[in-house]
């Protein structure tokens, strides 16, 4: 252990010297300060936060990446090429206490800037949301909506089976549609539920806003709660429900109450109408999204040092990026794969070398899509801009998957390569 902590020290110290790494250090830093002054919302409050989060957060995942994918891939290959491996190489250190202890001092570097960006883009939330520059109203609405951590909960029957058209028939004017929503325990008597829904119309030109009204009933309520709509399709629109006592079950019903113009309402997504539950603080959260980023920063790091084992440093981080580029888009990999888009290639107007190529293409890319995980179901930008409740399990999971299961094989590969390389080169 004291060998792997030592060779971790001396990473950490070389890393901190390189003046790449301070240069991206510094776009990092800079490009938090400076993004939120070129950003433009759409003039909303609501819409202004989440832009922030989305790009500030998004823009230190992307540089944090790179730096660390750049990290590790001279970890190892530059001391390689200036021939000062071989210090280590003969005292008594394995090969997987050097990639263990490489990647060690690689996590220290990753955590300390994880957590001065982390801190930045939090301040920075804070100072422009301070309770001087906005109205009680607005901060209590900002709670409420994005800074917050919220969970869904769909209809009964969605719960239940996959979304089917005919459990939800289109609600023709004058009619209504109903859903039932089973509350859980920690929806209290008091708390407030948001109510969520989005529409499409039987009429895809008609961009004016359609009237209706929203009825909701409680197992233990006493008569309706009513709200009156009026909006336009392919918008989401949300409000405040209150939570009677003792209700456990919620009665939703939508009037189609459109007379101008009268149109058929489709709610034909799966979750077009779905109850949003408060479950913790936005800080909490914040900091289980830190969490899920650094698990990712742990498996680029685990990725550029075995490609730094295994290639000079200019093609250890060019391989690295290419493989961090597929598993960022994993999922339209697959989505390409599955398609079957080499079957709709015609030969006769191809030609066979197209062909051949495209079927090259898609091998490569089952075989990609099998290595290497998809970083696009745990991304927290999908949870935290849109105030939605980012688990523990969820960041269990992308710890798992990402800094055990796939930062361990790295590290098993990594080291057998490692005894295989030829370390003792001559000078060109």
């Known amino acids: 252990m004291n060998r792997i902590l030592a060779i971790a020290g001396l990473t950490l110290r070389s890393a901190v010297r390189s003046k790449v790494f301070a240069l991206l250090v510094i776009l990092v830093m800079g490009g938090i300060l400076g993004l939120p002054l070129i950003m433009k919302s759409d003039g909303t409050l609501a819409g202004q936060v989440q832009l922030f989060l989305q790009y500030t957060l998004g823009l230190a995942v992307a540089l944090l990446s790179v730096m660390a994918v750049w990290a590790g891939a001279g970890a190892v290959s530059l001391e390689v090429e200036g021939r000062q491996i071989q210090l280590v ?56 909506e994005i800074l917050v951590a919220r969970s869904d909960v769909l209809p009964e029957e969605q719960g239940k089976a996959p979304l089917r058209r005919e459990r939800h028939p289109p609600v023709a004017p004058g009619k209504a549609g109903q859903w039932e929503f089973n509350l859980p325990a920690r929806a209290r008597a008091g708390d407030s539920v948001f109510l969520q829904f989005h529409f499409v119309t039987s009429r895809p030109d008609h961009p004016a806003p359609v009237a209706g009204l929203w009825l909701i009933g409680s197992d233990g309520g006493s008569g309706l709660l009513r709200y009156p709509v009026s909006g336009a399709a392919n918008q989401v629109y949300a409000f405040k429900v209150p939570v009677p006592a003792g209700a456990r079950r919620l009665n939703v019903s939508y009037l189609n109450t459109e007379e101008t113009t009268p149109v058929t309402i489709l709610f034909d997504a799966a979750d077009s109408v779905k109850l949003q539950i408060h479950e913790s603080r936005f800080e909490a959260n914040y900091l289980r999204a830190l969490l899920m980023v650094l698990a990712r920063l742990a498996f680029f790091s685990a990725l550029g040092l075995t490609a730094g084992v295994v290639f000079s440093f200019p093609v250890a981080v060019f391989v690295s990026l290419a493989l961090l580029l597929v598993s960022v888009v994993n999922r339209w990999m697959q989505q390409v794969v599955a398609g079957g888009w080499v079957d709709m290639i015609n030969e006769d107007s191809a030609g066979p070398v197209i062909r051949l190529g495209a079927k090259f293409i898609q091998v490569v890319f089952v075989a990609l899509n099998a290595l290497m995980p998809s970083l696009e179901r745990l991304d927290p930008l999908d949870f935290l801009p849109g105030g939605m409740l980012i688990s523990w399990g969820l960041v269990g999971k992308a710890w798992l998957m990402l800094a055990c299961v796939y930062a361990g094989i790295l590290a098993l590969a990594g080291a057998w390569l490692f005894r295989r390389r030829e370390l003792g080169l001559p000078a060109d």
Not at 115 to 140: F, K, N, Q, Y
Request: glycine residues 8%; without cysteine; aromatic residues 6%.
């Open 89 to 144: 190489a003969v005292k008594p250190v394995g090969a997987l206490e050097l990639w263990l202890g490489k990647w060690l001092g690689l996590m220290v570097i990753n955590i300390v800037l994880l957590a001065l960006t982390g801190a930045m883009i939090l301040g920075l939330l804070l100072w422009t949301t301070r309770p001087s520059l906005l109205s009680e109203a607005d901060r209590v609405r900002l709670r409420e």
